[in-house]
Structure formats: structure tokens, C-alpha cells
């Protein structure tokens, strides 16, 4: 992180130099204890990602902020193919946080962290995500048609219909929730790669 931030302070520009700098102070807020010792025992123990929303909210974001850092990294203005990078890669993670939250309720609930399966239950957690899902298709299809995006972008549409895939599965009764999580939704980033190299190789 900190040969990151020096090149991108050499190299880079004041925008990028401020998202890579961003990135630490998001860890730190995710993480760490406001309070004293003095506080009291609830507060003592009290961490921003107890918040709810705040876990899921900061992850996305992160990595959401990573697709505008090559942008800015060279030196180019945002732009409507930018904020529909941005927006995709986080409605994906965010997905991808919320199904992982479901796996951790146990741990999660232990250290009175307040995530979105916890809170509002599972029934109002799967019809969430089967709208961020929907609505990350529609992005992507309005993306293409307003031509922010070339049509080979239009193969990412099999990430959608996978993610509604591993979202029924991840709500079925006694679902293996942990290869779920850390093979089919954490794959799913790579399929993304393999997606678009393909589709641009032969499209």
C-alpha cells in the first residue's frame, strides 16, 4: 500500500493519489474502536462495521473505487462508461457481501455485527438480492444500448443470470453456503475476465 501510494503521488495525479489513499481509511473505519477504555462496555467493544449496512457498504465501495482508479491514474475525466464500471463492479460485490453475510449470521450475530440477513431476515435479503441482480442487468443492457460500453460487454450477461443462479441456491434449506460463497460467487470474478477475453477475442 504505501509503494502504491508513492507511485501513484509520483506518477499518478491528485485524484488518484486521493483513491488510493482512501483505501487505508476505509480499513481503518471498518475496523476500529472509537472509543476508550473509559467508555463503556458496549462502547468499548463498538466498531463502525456494527453499523448496519456499513460492512457490506464499505466493501463494495472499495472495491468499486479500484475501477476508477485506472482512470484516473491516467489522467482521464469520469465519464458514463466510468460510472457504469463503477456502479456494476458494485452492485456485483455487494451481491456477493450480502450472500457471504449469510453464511456468517452465526459469527456475525456473536459480535453484534448488524448485516442485512441478520437485521431484516432471510426472505426480505433474497427478494433484495434478486433486485440488485435484476438491476445490474439493466445497467449493463442500458450501458450497451447508450453505447458506454461496446456490445461484447453484453456477455457479462451470463454473470447475471449466474448470480440469480447462486442466489436461489444459497437460500435453499441445508445449502452448502461455504462453497458457495468461496467457489461459486468468489469464481465469479474470474468469470468475468475469461468472459470478456473471450468475447472480445472472437466477437
Known amino acids: 500500500m ?11 495525479n491528485l485524484l488518484a493519489l486521493l483513491t488510493v489513499l482512501s483505501f487505508p481509511i476505509i480499513v481503518i473505519l471498518y475496523s476500529y474502536k472509537f472509543f476508550s477504555k473509559r467508555a463503556s462496555r458496549f462502547l468499548k467493544q463498538f466498531r463502525l462495521k456494527q453499523v448496519l449496512f456499513v460492512k457490506t457498504l464499505l466493501v463494495s465501495l472499495t472495491w468499486g473505487l479500484l475501477s476508477l482508479l485506472a482512470v484516473f491514474w491516467a489522467g482521464l475525466n469520469i465519464s458514463f462508461s466510468t460510472i457504469f464500471i463503477f456502479l456494476f463492479i458494485f452492485l456485483r460485490i455487494f451481491i456477493g457481501c450480502v ?13 453484534n455485527i448488524n448485516t442485512i440477513p441478520l437485521f431484516f431476515g432471510r426472505d ?20 450497451v444500448f447508450l453505447r ?16 440469480y443462479h447462486y442466489i436461489f441456491q444459497s437460500f435453499r434449506r441445508n445449502a452448502d453456503l461455504k462453497f458457495i460463497c468461496d467457489v461459486i460467487v468468489d469464481g465469479e470474478y474470474f ?13
Open 148 to 163: 458506454s460500453f461496446p456490445p461484447q460487454f453484453l456477455v457479462l450477461l451470463l454473470i447475471v443470470f449466474y448470480g
Open 124 to 143: 426480505f435479503a433474497f427478494s433484495l438480492l434478486l433486485f440488485l441482480n435484476t438491476i445490474s442487468g439493466i445497467l449493463l443492457l442500458g450501458a
Open 2 to 12: 504505501v509503494v502504491a501510494i508513492i507511485l501513484t503521488f509520483v506518477y499518478g
Open 191 to 203: 468469470l468475468w475476465v475469461i468472459l470478456l477475453w473471450l468475447a472480445f477475442l472472437f466477437w
Open 99 to 111: 450472500v457471504f453475510d449469510l453464511r456468517d449470521v452465526v459469527g456475525d450475530s456473536k459480535h
